[in-house]
């Protein structure tokens, strides 16, 4: 890996401000570790908390509306996001797209909102279990890609993709390090096509679906992968940074 392993923890829907000795802990654990780049995206309601609380790592959304301001209920745009301390905004995680009927151009539009606050973007893409077995996932992938995709100057420089096979999220289930590789290479290809080959090179490519400590080294070790993107074993400090330190320790492929 030529930058150094971007581990983000997305805390999804958990957390109240009971948590906040957990955002500590792994701030302090990521200051004796610098090998390794750690962020954290807790839910809207700490960000603003984690962000005062640490010195170290990243803070980030999970979420944005496309638009700046204006009669919303309920929802919260980019700017908001940046005046309350996140750096960074998760979009087109499979959870929204599903959960929320989030269609490419909806993410895209996103993308572009936080881009223009100032945020930088972790854009989550990946494939269901019936994609796969039809084999069908990198044209699902690509595709899903290219529509989600921010359409704005030098989008490269902050942008981070995030490979979530739906299948393995949450459900302990991973996929090997040979399919990670083969849709990681397949990615670097898009982003080297739309960016051109600088650009395309230094976009961070993670991995997200049922990474822990014991299964972070191996996973984190196939082609192309910049870090991983961590649901459930980001919610406890010791686990988290476990992951972390797996990875940070690593010989250098
Ligand atoms: P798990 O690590 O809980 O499988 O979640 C992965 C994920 O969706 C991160 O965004």
Redesign the pocket.
């Known amino acids: 890996m030529a930058q150094r392993p971007y581990i983000v923890g997305?805390w999804?829907m958990n957390g109240t401000r009971a948590m906040l000795s957990e955002a500590r802990a792994i701030d302090r654990a990521a200051q004796r570790n610098m090998k390794v780049e750690v962020a954290l995206a807790p839910p809207f309601t700490l960000i603003h908390a984690v962000h005062r609380e640490v010195e170290q790592i990243g803070v980030g959304a999970q979420d944005c509306h496309p638009g700046e301001d204006g009669a919303h209920t309920g929802d919260v745009s980019a700017t908001m996001l940046a005046d309350a301390g996140a750096k960074f905004v998760?979009l087109g995680?499979?959870?929204r797209r599903t959960g929320h009927n989030e269609s490419n151009e909806l993410v895209r539009a996103k993308a572009e909102a936080a881009l223009a606050a100032g945020m930088r973007v972790i854009m989550?893409c990946g494939e269901d279990a019936a994609t796969r077995e039809k084999g069908g996932a990198e044209a699902f992938v690509l595709a899903q890609l290219r529509a989600s995709l921010p359409q704005i100057e030098n989008a490269a420089e902050r942008l981070t993709v995030?490979y979530?096979p739906i299948w393995?999220?949450?459900?302990g289930n991973n996929a090997t390090p040979e399919d990670i590789g083969a849709m990681h290479t397949a990615i670097r290809g898009l982003m080297v096509e739309l960016f051109g080959l600088e650009e395309g090179a230094e976009v961070r490519i993670l991995y997200?679906?049922?990474?822990k400590p014991e299964n972070a080294r191996e996973l984190l070790s196939a082609a192309e992968v910049g870090g991983a993107?961590?649901?459930?074993?980001?919610l406890a400090a010791d686990s988290f940074m476990g992951i972390a330190l797996a990875v940070a320790d690593a010989p250098e492929g």
């Not at 393995?168 to 459900?171: M, Y």
């Not at 997200?208 to 990474?211: P, Q």
């Not at 993107?229 to 980001?234: D, E, I, N, Q, Y």
């Open positions: 997305n999804k998760i995680h499979s959870e989550c995030a979530e393995a999220i949450g459900t997200g679906g049922s990474v993107l961590v649901g459930g074993a980001s």
